[in-house]
């Protein structure tokens, strides 16, 4: 937290500020002063912290902490800014320190007078915390938790991110709703599903919409997420994007020039004379479900449209209107209740008799809310006795009696329970706008520039912050949005429910102030502004001179708002934290080089195409985020940058339709020592096609700490290079290389040692066979082999036995005429993608060979006439794809389906055939 990255600046400066302070008697004792009451305090404010909320007179002494703690950072980070510079040596640096000690001595009496002050809040702050010596005495002869029951210990690394499958009570209003929507009626009908915050509306809404059921009945899908800061055009683009990449058919150019009544055109146009569902969930009021209903095409083939809202008027009109009905989510019985709280508190597990009287009281306060009960049940399944179950159950208090405050109330109590480090980490979710998608590593990197991570013995601050987000999950604080194809997390959701309380929680204690949220008073020191909504000013009579993070979201105008911002007083001197992904930049903003502490700058999806050579001069930055922009060449300077861990820079247009074609990928031309970039762990990605390829990839085998390493156009002459920097790297854990074109060899055989942590390999280019230490990489998830070219050499004679491989695509990698899958091979297989493979014939599955396949893809492989043999051996297939084969397969496959012979592929609930011909696409899903 805060404080508890002053304790280091304290720790840290302490001795230097004593000896630049040695004309200014008694500032040096004073900041030991500071620092010694703050190792004083910091024990009591962890435990502090989780009884603040209750105690009003606490919670005051902790939020005088933490600002002094900002303000005594403020003041030694403001003092190693304007007098930590270097002299020089000899006379001249000598007579230079004399001529600058004279120009500052002024700015030095104040920062002196800046520090006594310090140290008389320091005071009265410690004057407060000595009435709380016997509540600290008490924590400390402890009546804190001590342990679990050991029934219970088992089962807490089981308490992962609620399953919304799972949910109880929804089978009966499922089977309502699908019934609804597969009537044979033609008549277009809306049906909605309306209740109060809470119930699992989207929950129910996603169960119906994934059904099998469903998913068959209509031609077309689409899931638009409307919420309350809706934006017509961006979910209207959003829709159209959804509806066209379903059937694999271009998008259509010039979107973002076209204005909302020309995309609603686009839609109806695409949707005339189909059978298709739509579902707009959480839409808040009826101008937002005016700004859509007329999107769609009344028609007479069965369409069904879906919204889901809080707003129960809404919901019945709108179903009216269109011949439909409106579904009331009423909250689960008790019966249900306690069928959910038993599922989430004790595993599945039935209640223990000296707990059921306390649970039922605990359980009958949650209202019948499923997520209260989610909440609360998580929060008891950590907790061992029935003293802290009754503690749980008398906080609860009469503020119960409101359904929302009620729920409020019951998900603040996760809050409070979690572990002092992670507090701030949480509220600091609340920088995201509503219903923005988080990224995994985006949010970790920002945790880490902001201070919030604490390093940990053998671990990496990146894998600490890791640990500290998979908490988050377990406590069911966050939900995982989407998977990578590897199986792990891609991006993270909040619950509004939750980023209500959060957004709230944070401004309340100064952690994040957000323009364009509801009207809210600003404090008087704004530490971290967040700008979600473009059209909104921020208040330019605020002072920003502590501001230490500012992230623009949306914001057309943002090099205005930045400029404005860095006039104001002394500027954002004090900024560590600057994001402006996705805004309107078309130039490196000079203003950026001014702020010597920055520790995280984006500038991802900018137009931004030339990095000034005075970044050099940005010499605590640790995140530097080009990708996406237009940027080609990082300036020599950049190797100035000691304490940079991600270089993140490449860009490559994506293509609407998947296509089958040697991928031009931008990455970046690197200054030729790179190696001095000690601390890198992320340098995506370096072109090597130049006279001075061959030495950049030797200065690669310096770089001892990179995790991810990503090489564009890679010569066959650097290969041996390349292997022997791959030899020194044994903390690698994902490795891309792309070769200079499609003809161009990758050697890396002469790889003797490779990476054994490496967990991602994605080699696009061609191979003489596949390299010889792949087998050995048991740590491999995803392997992608692109443009291979095999001939003579069966690539899954390398791959079968690779223990923990999730994840394989082979895209243009074989040139045989027949791939078999050989018994006991691809144990964990879930994913397998074989695209491009012209000269395959037939696919082969054996007995026993991947087991576990959920996912398969055959795209392109124009000589295979009929579906794989042994498919049905493949008992947990859900889905498989066939893209552009051959007329002769894709006939064959519709005969047999037509005449019902489909016994091979009966199990598997989605089959779809895809073909593209002069720019259209016929789908077909069984």
């Not at 119906?208 to 409307?226: E, L, P, R, S």
């Not at 269109?322 to 019985?333: I, K, M």
């Not at 078309?586 to 005075?614: C, D």
């Amino acid at each position: 937290m805060a404080e508890s990255a002053v304790f280091n600046l304290l720790a840290n400066f302490a001795p230097f500020l004593q000896q630049e302070f040695n004309l200014l008697t008694g500032v040096g004792e004073d900041i030991q002063y500071i620092r010694d009451e703050f190792d004083c305090m910091t024990a009591f404010l962890k435990e502090a912290v989780a009884m603040e909320e209750n105690d009003r007179e606490l919670d005051v002494w902790v939020k005088h902490v933490r600002e002094a703690a900002y303000d005594i950072g403020d003041v030694l980070e403001l003092f190693m800014l304007r007098f930590g510079h270097d002299h020089g040596d000899g006379l001249c640096g000598f007579l230079c320190k004399i001529c600058c000690f004279i120009k500052t001595l002024i700015a030095r009496h104040q920062i002196a007078s800046d520090v006594k002050g310090i140290k008389t809040k320091v005071k009265d702050i410690s004057e407060r915390h000595k009435r709380y010596c016997d509540t600290y005495r008490t924590l400390e002869q402890g009546s804190r938790p001590t342990g679990f029951n050991k029934e219970w210990q088992d089962f807490r690394g089981h308490a992962l991110l609620l399953d919304e499958s799972e949910l109880v009570g929804i089978d009966k209003p499922k089977s309502q709703l699908i019934s609804w929507l597969v009537h044979e009626d033609p008549r277009l009908k809306v049906f909605s599903v309306s209740g109060m915050g809470g119930l699992g509306k989207t929950t129910l809404v996603k169960k119906v919409f994934a059904d099998a059921v469903v998913k068959n009945h209509f031609q077309n899908h689409a899931w638009i997420t409307v919420s309350q800061s809706f934006n017509t055009k961006e979910l209207l683009k959003g829709m159209i994007t959804q509806l066209f990449e379903e059937v694999k058919q271009p998008v259509p150019q010039g979107m973002d020039n076209k204005d909302t009544n020309s995309l609603k055109g686009i839609i109806y146009d695409f949707l005339q004379q189909k059978r298709y569902v739509l579902v707009f969930d959480d839409v808040w009021d009826i101008h937002a479900w005016q700004s859509f209903k007329h999107v769609f095409p009344i028609g007479n083939c069965g369409s069904r449209v879906v919204l889901t809202t809080r707003n129960t008027d809404l919901g019945s009109s709108a179903s009216a209107e269109y011949h439909g009905d409106d579904y009331n989510l009423e909250p689960l019985t008790p019966e249900e209740s306690w069928t959910l709280f038993c599922r989430k508190t004790f595993m599945e597990n039935s209640c223990p008799l000296y707990l059921e009287g306390l649970s039922k009281d605990i359980l009958n306060r949650c209202e019948g809310l499923p997520l209260a009960i989610v909440a609360i049940s998580g929060l008891l399944s950590r907790k061992s006795n029935v003293d802290e179950w009754e503690k749980i159950y008398r906080s609860l208090g009469a503020e119960l009696e409101d359904k929302l405050r009620s729920m409020k109330k019951i998900l603040l109590l996760s809050y409070i329970d979690l572990p002092y480090d992670l507090k701030f980490c949480f509220l600091y979710l609340s920088v995201f706008p509503e219903d923005c998608l988080i990224d995994h590593w985006r949010l970790i990197r920002l945790w880490v520039a902001e201070g919030f991570i604490e390093m940990k013995l053998g671990m990496t601050i990146e894998e600490v912050a890791e640990g500290y987000l998979n908490e988050l999950i377990n406590r069911s604080l966050v939900q995982v949005a989407e998977m990578r194809s590897d199986g792990r997390v891609k991006t993270y959701r909040i619950h509004d429910l939750w980023r209500e309380i959060i957004v709230l929680k944070s401004a309340e204690k100064n952690v994040v102030t957000i323009v364009g949220e509801r009207s809210r008073v600003w404090p008087e020191k704004v530490r971290r502004l967040s700008i979600h909504n473009h059209e909104e000013n921020t208040q330019q009579s605020k002072c920003f001179t502590r501001l230490r993070s500012l992230l623009m979201f949306n914001a057309i105008d943002s090099l205005s708002k930045l400029s404005m911002l860095a006039s104001s007083n002394d500027g954002l001197q004090l900024l560590t934290v600057l994001e402006l992904s996705g805004t309107s930049l078309e130039t490196f903003p000079n203003e950026v080089l001014k702020l010597l502490l920055l520790r995280y700058l984006s500038l991802r999806r900018t137009n931004v195409k030339i990095i000034p050579k005075a970044i050099g001069k940005l010499q605590n930055l640790e995140t530097l985020d080009l990708k996406h922009t237009y940027v080609t060449e990082l300036p020599d300077d950049i190797l100035k940058l000691q304490r940079l861990r991600h270089i993140l820079l490449y860009r490559y247009e994506e293509d609407p339709v998947p296509s089958i074609c040697f991928r031009d990928h931008s990455g970046f031309k690197a200054p030729t020592k790179i190696g001095s970039l000690s601390s890198l762990q992320k340098l995506c990605s370096i072109e090597t096609n130049h006279d001075n390829g061959a030495i950049l990839l030797g200065e690669v085998g310096k770089l001892t700490q990179l995790r991810k390493l990503q090489i564009e156009k890679l010569r066959n002459e650097d290969g041996r290079v390349l292997c022997s920097s791959l030899e020194k790297l044994s903390n690698l854990r994902s490795l891309i290389v792309r070769a200079t074109g499609e003809d161009e060899i990758i050697d890396l055989d002469s790889l003797s040692s490779p990476p054994q942590l490496l967990r991602t390999l994605y080699l696009e280019g061609s191979l003489h066979k596949v390299p010889h230490w792949i087998p050995s990489l048991h740590s491999l998830l995803k392997v992608t082999l692109a443009w291979s070219k095999l001939r003579d050499v069966d690539p899954l004679e390398s791959l079968h036995g690779l223990p923990n491989l999730v994840h394989l695509r082979l895209e243009q990698t074989y040139e045989g005429e027949e791939l078999c899958f050989k018994s006991g091979g691809f144990q964990r297989l879930v994913t397998l993608n074989l695209a491009g493979l012209k000269g395959l014939r037939w696919v082969k599955v054996e007995a026993g060979s991947m087991p576990h396949l959920e996912e398969l893809f055959i795209h392109q492989c124009e000589l295979v006439e009929e579906l794989p043999s042994g498919i049905e051996l493949l008992t947990n297939l859900e889905s498989l794809y066939l893209v552009n084969m051959s007329d002769g397969l894709i006939s064959s496959l519709n005969s047999d389906l037509e005449g019902g012979n489909y016994w091979k592929i009966a199990h598997i609930p989605i089959v779809g055939i895809v073909n593209t011909k002069r720019g259209c696409v016929e789908g077909k899903y069984l």
